[in-house]
């Protein structure tokens, strides 16, 4: 007996980002979409249509349809404020200059420290909508301004709640080596040893995480002790993802290349054979382009070299206090495009199928393609590309989360 389809959108072009359908954007231009149990179930040319029964037909009125936007790489859940960094940086200072004096990832964890669970949780609410009411579908969110046991599980376990309370996927990442907390000053090695038992066990008791994180850089560990991390992280079964290569070449993307990382990000300084390493391991390169911006970088990621090695290139916030203040990952998009070059549809692309590679969730969404999550945005525009010319009015008409209309929410 055939299946009922739960409902079918007729009357809609498709922004399918499947790269099998060889035509920008894997675009279906007369198409329609049909949905059951909160999966694809058929997608095609709408002259096409099997006579498959319906409980519910809606029309698009022309629209287009895209995969729900995903943000792979945000550190979302923190406490306080760090308006003044932004008044030292107008007068001159560096990000290192204000991390060495105190200021930094440090004054975000000693705020974070006392804040309760609700604290946190009641701060991260308004941030989170910022990114729903954009079409975000799916968020990374991750720890690390903790850097001591209970204040890291406190951060995860909000991550978790948003996921519950709000329709959206979290995918929550273990940043226990962000960076170096003032308690262990000159002890760097004694806190991985503490980031690898105590809190790697503690997080994994109560499965709060889905992936481990480092910040492998001269101000945050070096290469040995980030792969102790990772080594911690295996031996728990979890995937493990890279800051790297964001202010100096410690050739942390090889290191994470050779772990088969989900993705590394950052980037500006990475090199070509940093980039082949990549290329062999099938991991993703995260541009983040608001702390590029925000922080007035001037080296830019060898978008070429990554392209000419086939790297999928994923677009992220990195929305955070001191680095990139601002919880939109459409501007995130424009400014993919603007400062680093790519194009409308590597932009989306890096929104959607690279982003959903880089948490590991490329079975589950990040496409237009039946038995993947009817997780689907429908656009009043008239091109994909006006998702990354502005941002800010063009809102999505509809928001559906596992087929459900989750527009109003």
């Known amino acids: 007996m055939t299946s009922h389809w739960d409902i079918l959108w007729t009357n809609v072009r498709l922004a399918t980002l499947n790269p099998d359908i060889k035509r920008p954007y894997g675009a279906i231009e007369k198409g329609a979409l049909a949905v059951r149990d909160g999966r694809i179930a058929w997608l095609g040319n709408a002259d096409d249509r099997p006579d498959t029964p319906c409980r519910e037909t809606r029309d698009g009125g022309g629209g287009w349809m895209t995969p729900g936007l995903i943000d792979c790489h945000t550190h979302l859940v923190f406490a306080g404020n ?91 990442s273990f940043l226990g080596a962000h960076a170096l907390p003032e308690e262990y000053s000159g002890r760097p090695d004694g806190y991985i040893d503490r980031v690898c038992s105590e809190m790697m066990d503690a997080v994994c008791a109560e499965a709060l995480a889905d992936s481990v994180d480092m910040f492998c850089e001269q101000i945050g560990f070096s290469l040995a002790q980030c792969e102790r991390v990772i080594q911690s992280a295996s031996r728990h079964g979890l995937p493990v993802r890279v800051h790297a290569e964001q202010l ?11 772990h088969q990382a989900l993705s590394v990000d950052h980037l500006e300084h990475l090199d070509e054979p940093g980039v082949m390493a990549l290329a062999r391991a099938g991991t993703v390169a995260t541009l983040l382009p608001g702390a590029f911006y925000f922080l007035r970088e001037t080296r830019l990621p060898p978008i ?12 992220a916030s990195d929305f955070n206090p001191g680095s990139s203040p601002q919880a939109s990952l459409r501007l995130s998009m424009q400014m993919a495009a603007t400062l680093f070059g790519l194009s409308a549809e590597e932009v989306l692309a890096g929104v959607t199928r690279n982003a959903a590679r880089a948490l590991g969730m490329e079975k589950q969404r990040g496409q237009l393609r039946q038995g993947l999550r009817a997780d689907l945005l429908l656009w009043e525009i008239n091109d994909p590309a006006e998702l ?6 063009n809102r999505p008409r509809t928001i559906l989360q596992e087929g459900q209309d989750v527009s109003t929410r």
Request: proline content about 2%; hydrophobic content about 35%.
């Open 248 to 258: 100096s070449n410690l050739r942390a993307s090889h290191l994470a290349a050779s």
């Open 82 to 172: 760090r308006c003044h960094e932004f008044e030292q940086r107008q007068q001159g200072a560096s990000y290192q200059q204000i991390a060495e004096q105190g200021g930094g990832i440090r004054a975000t964890v000693s705020a974070t420290r006392t804040s309760s669970e609700e604290q946190l949780f009641q701060q991260a609410v308004p941030r989170l909508r910022a990114y729903l009411d954009e079409g975000v579908t799916s968020i990374e969110i991750k720890s690390g301004y903790g850097l001591e046991t209970d204040a890291e599980l406190r951060m995860l376990r909000t991550a978790r709640r948003l996921g519950r309370e709000f329709p959206v996927t979290v995918h929550s």
């Open 388 to 393: 990354v010319w502005h941002y800010g009015s």
């Open 304 to 315: 070429e070299l990554l392209r000419r090695h086939g790297v999928p290139m994923a677009v």
